[in-house]
């Protein structure tokens, strides 16, 4: 059972453990689970509301991270790096360098330039990002109820563990 109070926070009352929470409105959704975060972002969505997501969940836990593949210049490389991202391996390839990076949520400037390339993306097509983190169950809730904050969101799906049944 979800309980909500007059300030707009969740509780989850409930004996069976929670393995997903998802949350969002038409235009974005975000599910959280103990080892991901998944968001997705439809083409309609405002880059105020990337950002708002975006920092939001680094607001709660700023260990979150993301990685990211850019294919570029190997002279380009340096230019993620002084916007945060943190470089985790290079390979050439057809048309540069595959640069792999690491979008650390405890660096503002990687965030900002992380809301535009997203923001680029949704030009193409909706985008689909998948954070790491070590979410507990509490952070899990932290996070549901900051997001709740923005307008029109809800929850849309709540996944309970299995029960394990005897033979």
């Known amino acids: 059972m979800v309980i909500e109070d007059p300030g707009k926070a969740i509780f989850f009352n409930d004996s069976r453990d929670i393995t997903m929470v998802e949350l969002g ?43 990211q593949e850019v294919i570029c210049d190997f002279s380009t490389i340096p230019e993620y790096e002084n916007m945060g ?33 997203i923001v680029s993306q949704l030009r193409e097509k909706d985008v689909r990002k998948t954070l790491f983190w070590d979410g507990s169950f509490d952070r899990i809730i932290l996070i549901f109820n900051e997001l709740k904050k923005l307008d029109g969101w809800e929850l849309k799906r709540i996944e309970y563990k299995e029960e394990e049944k005897g033979v």
């Open 25 to 67: 409105r038409d235009d974005v959704t975000v599910s959280l689970t103990p080892g991901k975060i998944i968001l997705w972002f439809g083409r309609q969505v405002s880059e105020s509301l990337i950002r708002d997501v975006i920092f939001g969940i680094s607001g709660i836990d700023a260990s979150v991270n993301h990685e």
């Open 85 to 117: 991202y943190v470089l985790t391996s290079y390979a050439r390839t057809k048309g540069g360098y595959r640069a792999i990076f690491n979008v650390p949520f405890s660096k503002k400037s990687a965030l900002a330039h992380f809301v535009k390339s």
